[in-house]
């Protein structure tokens, strides 16, 4: 999905909600079938209210707030009420232990998609479905039977979940992009500071 989606948004700048639709509901089938081999299916419970905030995103509704009339928007208020309701239902059932508490972590990492959307720290709306179809394709850290993949110690697992985890990293990896470019252009004795750092000159007739 993602390297469908990389290819699609360096050719055209845009990627469908078609792929990050898919990406989430697979996400949520495997989730499902994982928790019935588990004998943990009444904690699908806890999945209903991810669901409600995913699907959501693809809505072209009314935003919570109308600025412009001063009011709430009630079907969207109805909405994040009933998130809430299903959530306090899920832990009612299932009770809060380890399972239940990391699956808190698909719902917030929904939740955090969109702050970070509205708050700047994701530049566009692909990157907060991506960041949620995550969340909901990986909610754990990998494990290979008795083999983890990665060293992850338990506070950590609940509190910085995969997902978050993974966009960090991205984070830092694009820290080597103005090192990688500052050496391209040092090469090419083209190194005009603070330029040369964040791309390189070409042709005007090259330019699509």
């Known amino acids: 999905f993602l390297t469908y989606a990389s290819f699609a948004d360096w050719k055209t700048r845009e990627v469908s909600n078609k792929v990050w639709l898919a990406m989430g509901s697979a996400g949520f089938l495997l989730l499902a079938v994982q928790l019935v081999i588990e004998g943990s299916v009444e904690h699908m419970l806890l999945l209903a209210p991810a669901a409600l905030l995913f699907y959501d995103i693809f809505w072209d509704r009314d935003e919570l707030y109308d600025t412009e009339k001063k009011k ?63 969340g909901i394709l990986v909610p754990f850290y990998p494990v290979l039977g008795s083999l983890p993949l990665f060293q992850t110690p338990a506070l950590l697992g609940l509190g910085f979940p995969f997902a978050l985890a993974t966009l960090m990293n991205a984070a830092l990896m694009l820290l080597a992009v103005p090192l990688v470019l500052l050496l391209y252009n040092a090469t090419r004795g083209d190194a005009k500071f603070p330029q040369c750092a964040f791309g390189y000159t070409m042709e005007l007739d090259r330019v699509e």
């Open 72 to 134: 709430l928007h009630l079907p969207a208020l109805g909405l994040y009420a009933l998130v809430v309701a299903l959530l306090a239902a899920g832990y009612y059932w299932v009770g809060v232990g380890w399972l239940s508490v990391q699956l808190f972590g698909v719902t917030g990492m929904i939740i955090l998609g969109v702050v970070f959307f509205y708050t700047g720290v994701l530049h566009g709306g692909a990157d907060a479905k991506a960041f949620a179809s995550i």
